[in-house]
Each structure stands twice: as structure tokens, then as C-alpha cells.
């Protein structure tokens, strides 16, 4: 095969073309590259951690979750504790009050007692002196005192 000068030519021309290439074109080419796979890096960092954040949120949601259920576990206890207190002292205060009415009306009912027996003794005391005074004003006849003495008392009975 022949050198000639084409072929001389041609090689020359590659080589300007090449290093032309390396010179201008290829510096932007690769740091384009260079560019795109730190994006790359950078986005399968972020995705990690991405993935690292999501595990540690639920991780930190179930802790919340827990902790609020045992929060509401808690608040219902309470809940719970009150209204026994509550219902409690609600009892206690109306069973005083029973008492005091009780007492009230026991204290009532020695009260009307005695005023009915004053209020008796006195109609007692009325009636054994008109008798007395009926049998003194009638004559001293004892059928007659006897009648009015059993008037009386089937009047009183």
C-alpha cells in the first residue's frame, strides 16, 4: 500500500480534528457528564435519606401514638376516678340530706304530737267540767249521773 499525500492529508486532518475535539468538544461533554451523575448522586443521596427520614417520622409516629393512646388511657382512668368521686359525695350528701329531713319531720311529728295531746288534756278538762257541771245542776239522781257519765265516754271513744 502507498503513502501518498491524501492519505498524509487525511491524517493530518484527523489528528487537528481530534485534538480540536479534545480542546473544544470534549471538555464540554464531559463536564456534562460529570455534571449529570452528581445530580444522580445527589438525588440517590436525598433519596436515602429521604428513605432514613420516612423510617425515623414513623418510627417518631408510632412513639406519639403510643404515647397519646396511653395519654387517652390516662384521661379515661381519670375520667373514671371523678365520676366514682363525684357520684360519691353526690350519695353522701343526699343521704345527710335524708337524715335531716328525717330528723325534720320526726321533730314535726313531736310537735303535733304534743299539740294534740295539750289540745286533748284541754277538751278532756272542758268535758269533765260540763259533766260536772250537768250533774251538779241536775238533781243528785245516780241513774241520771250514770247516764251522762256513759254519754260522756261513748261520746269520747
Request: aromatic share 8%.
Amino acid at each position: 500500500m502507498n503513502l501518498n499525500a491524501t492519505m498524509i492529508g487525511q491524517t493530518i486532518s484527523f489528528i487537528f480534528f481530534v485534538f480540536f475535539c479534545m480542546i473544544y468538544i470534549w471538555p464540554p461533554i464531559i463536564n456534562s457528564i460529570n455534571n449529570r451523575k452528581k445530580k444522580i448522586r445527589a438525588g440517590l443521596i436525598f433519596s436515602n435519606q429521604a428513605k432514613l427520614d420516612l423510617i425515623l417520622a414513623k418510627k417518631t409516629a408510632k412513639k406519639k401514638i403510643e404515647k397519646a393512646k396511653i395519654l387517652a388511657i390516662n384521661i379515661i382512668n381519670k375520667a373514671y376516678k371523678n365520676k366514682n368521686l363525684i357520684l360519691k359525695q353526690a350519695e353522701d350528701l343526699a343521704k345527710k340530706k335524708e337524715i335531716e329531713s328525717i330528723k325534720k319531720i320526726k321533730t314535726q311529728i313531736k310537735l303535733q304530737y304534743q299539740q294534740e295531746i295539750e289540745t286533748l288534756k284541754h277538751k278532756i278538762t272542758k268535758l269533765s267540767i260540763s259533766i260536772a257541771e250537768k250533774i251538779i245542776h241536775s238533781s243528785v239522781d245516780k241513774l241520771k249521773s250514770e247516764k251522762i257519765v256513759k254519754k260522756f265516754f261513748s261520746n269520747f271513744t
